[in-house]
């Protein structure tokens, strides 16, 4: 041992000691004072003020961290998009603050995630995403004060997977705002305050998933409202104004499992438009006035032959089956139809049922909510079990909510958090290791 030190000094002791105190004007800017030890050529000390930057800059009040490259501004009452951010940046979180507007330059187009939920945002300008080719994810969800969109504010967004437009006070959809998002899954637009969808809206959505539009205004669907969804698996109309449902109106969702209807102010509904969905799994019809006279055979006939799980479908008149469930109600106790009713009627069993909706005035009120029916338990239907689970798989069974649209702090941000202390971590440890070590050399 005495030799090693003596002749020579172990090369790790020939190593230059770079040691840095950084001060940080803001957490992504560091200014860095750098002593440097070098051991192997006797005891000299080195001070160097190295000015290193060691990042790029990053808005004030901001986090920022790479890989992948993110900004976190959330919650800090900003009412514009703060300056600076990085032309690199791929996630940029945003939201909750109070931003009014978004217009062309804010953002980079090289962002892939773009969270700006919970803000104030009363108005986008058309060209704010133009040329956003990587843009994944975009949620503009709970901006009360949005109300309109032009219609080519997503245009070209054609990697766009998940668009959130919830609770944004939105009064229609121009046509066209969705065209070309051929790539979308998730599109939700619950609690807006929409009456009306145009004919092919969603058209283009080829890969769309799932639809959410419940807690809006409908009162109509159409033949084309839908058009083209051959990919949807969830459609949520609850908590709307449905009064009438074109009979042809699901004509392309050949792979819907999930359906809700509760909560709308359906009379009727054709059997014929439900016998277009062979993948349904899922349909909840629950509180709607529905009129269990001789019209609704072709229904109460589908509903004894469906296979999947169904809600109640309690009826308001008349009056001898007010309050029953059509479900358990025997054909027998189904009101006869008169002559010109029933000549009606077996057209409707052939499937040609495609009334317009009796005046609203002469609707009955809808029952009294007794139940909390938003996040209904899948429950098959007595004695089936399994068996309404084609794929057997637990993992459908689990989910049997459909989840909140997210609106909890982000998990990017977590982990930046983390990722800072670590940095942190890792920045005090060879100091601690080297102090000792230079008052050593000293003495
Ligand atoms: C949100 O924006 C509206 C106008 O769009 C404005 O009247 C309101 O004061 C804003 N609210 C906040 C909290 O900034
Ligand atoms: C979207 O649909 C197109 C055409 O149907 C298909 O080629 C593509 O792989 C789909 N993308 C996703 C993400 O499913
Ligand atoms: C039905 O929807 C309306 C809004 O459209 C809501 O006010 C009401 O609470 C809902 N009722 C139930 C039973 O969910
Ligand atoms: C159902 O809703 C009522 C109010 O309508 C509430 O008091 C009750 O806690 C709710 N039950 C559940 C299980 O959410």
Not at 319 to 342: F, I, M, N, R, Y
Request: charged fraction near 15%; glycine fraction near 6%; include cysteine.
């Amino acid at each position: 041992m005495g030799k090693l030190f003596n002749n020579e000094l172990p090369p790790l002791l020939h190593a230059l000691f770079l040691v840095c105190v950084c001060v940080c004007a803001h957490v992504c800017v560091c200014v860095c004072v750098c002593v440097c030890v070098c051991v192997g050529c006797g005891l000299e000390f080195l001070l160097v003020l190295c000015g290193l930057e060691l990042s790029q800059a990053c808005p004030r009040h901001c986090i920022c961290y790479s890989s992948p490259s993110t900004v976190s501004c959330q919650a800090h009452n900003f009412q514009v998009v703060p300056e600076g951010i990085p032309a690199q940046s791929e996630r940029v979180f945003l939201q909750n603050n109070k931003i009014q507007r978004l217009l062309q330059g804010h953002f980079s187009p090289t962002t892939v995630m773009l969270w700006l939920y919970s803000n104030n945002i009363s108005y986008i300008q058309p060209s704010t995403f133009t040329g956003f080719t990587r843009l994944e994810e975009l949620d503009l969800g709970d901006n009360r004060h949005l109300g309109s969109l032009a219609a080519d504010t997503f245009q070209g967004l054609g990697r766009l997977h998940a668009l959130h437009l919830y609770h944004c006070g939105l009064l229609s959809l121009p046509a066209g705002l969705f065209d070309g998002l051929h790539n979308l899954q998730y599109l939700y637009l619950q609690d807006n305050e929409l009456e009306f969808l145009e004919d092919d809206m969603f058209v283009d959505l080829l890969n769309l998933s799932h639809l959410f539009l419940h807690g809006n205004r409908l009162w109509s669907l159409h033949q084309n409202t839908f058009r083209g969804l051959g990919t949807l698996d969830r459609l949520l109309l609850h908590q709307n104004r449905l009064q009438w449902i074109h009979h042809l109106a699901f004509h392309d969702l050949r792979r819907l499992t999930t359906l809700y209807l509760f909560n709308n102010s359906l009379p009727e509904l054709a059997a014929e438009s439900l016998a277009m969905l062979p993948a349904l799994e899922y349909l909840r019809l629950n509180d709607n006035p529905w009129e269990c006279d001789c019209k609704v055979v072709p229904l109460w006939d589908w509903l004894r032959r469906f296979r999947g799980s169904t809600s109640s479908v309690v009826c308001v008149v008349p009056p001898g089956l007010a309050g029953k469930d059509l479900k358990h109600v025997k054909k027998e106790e189904l009101p006869a139809c008169t002559g010109s009713e029933s000549l009606h009627q077996s057209k409707s069993s052939q499937g040609d049922v495609g009334h317009f909706p009796t005046s609203s005035s002469s609707l009955p009120a809808p029952p009294k909510a007794g139940r909390n029916r938003t996040c209904t338990r899948y429950r098959g239907r007595k004695g089936k079990g399994q068996n309404e689970f084609p794929d057997g798989s637990p993992q459908r069974r689990k989910n049997k909510c459909i989840p909140r649209t997210s609106v909890g702090p982000p998990i990017g941000v977590q982990r930046a958090n983390k990722a800072l202390m670590l940095q942190a971590c890792s920045l005090l440890t060879p100091l601690s290791l080297v102090v000792p070590l230079i008052t050593f050399i000293l003495r």
